[in-house]
């Protein structure tokens, strides 16, 4: 099946998407091994996102799922959760908020630091970004080991959000990530390709 009819299909656009979805969008990104560090097969989605339809489809089915679940705010971790979810918040008429490096937001912060793949790393958002009354998703591009989107949700929680699900483009499921970030509360998570 033509990529333009794969789009198309009205099923597409809910999780878990068909075998043959899934594998037209996983022969659009690109492996490459070794980098940043030996042993690391990076996932390149530049060469995903620069293909129109596959882009378009990918925002469709996480907007869609995330209008599904009600959300007031769309998070966005830096730097590639920058690409999704602001897009995503546009199409469904909500906020989004941007949980970045240190030392990049003007305002008070808030800050937890977590173990990933490959180093150490710390996140912040602004104190006053998010409130006990928002229902959170937060949106990056890959769930890898999970460390980023526990700490994004902690991040959340320490404001006392309420976060009610994890979205990713694509889920490393060897790595075992989505149990780390589902936790003991049963986060939802959704991601659109698995490998
Ligand atoms: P983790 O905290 O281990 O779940 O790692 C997720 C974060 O690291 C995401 O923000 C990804 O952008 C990035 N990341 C980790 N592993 C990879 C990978 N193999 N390919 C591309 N990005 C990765």
Known sequence: MTSQKLAGQQSSLTLPLSAEQSDWLKGTIRDVPDFPKKGIVFKDLTTMMKDPRAFSFVLNVLSEKCRSLK??????????????????????????????????????????????????????????????????????????????????????EKLEAQVIACGFLVELDFLAGRARVEGSDKTEVFSVVHF
Do not use: C
């Not at 989004?96 to 173990?115: A, C, I, M, N, Q």
């Not at 790393?121 to 460390?147: C, F, M, S």
């Open 71 to 156: 959300p007031t705010v769309i998070v966005g971790i830096e730097a590639r959760g920058f690409i999704l979810a602001p897009a995503i918040a546009h199409q469904l008429d909500v906020g989004f908020v941007p949980v970045r490096k240190p030392g990049k937001l003007p305002w008070h912060t808030e800050k937890v630091s977590y173990d990933l793949e490959y180093g150490q790393d710390t996140i912040e958002v602004h104190k006053d970004a998010v409130n006990k009354t928002d229902r959170v998703i937060i949106i990056d591009d890959l769930l890898a080991t999970g460390g980023t989107a526990l700490a994004a949700k902690q991040l959340m």
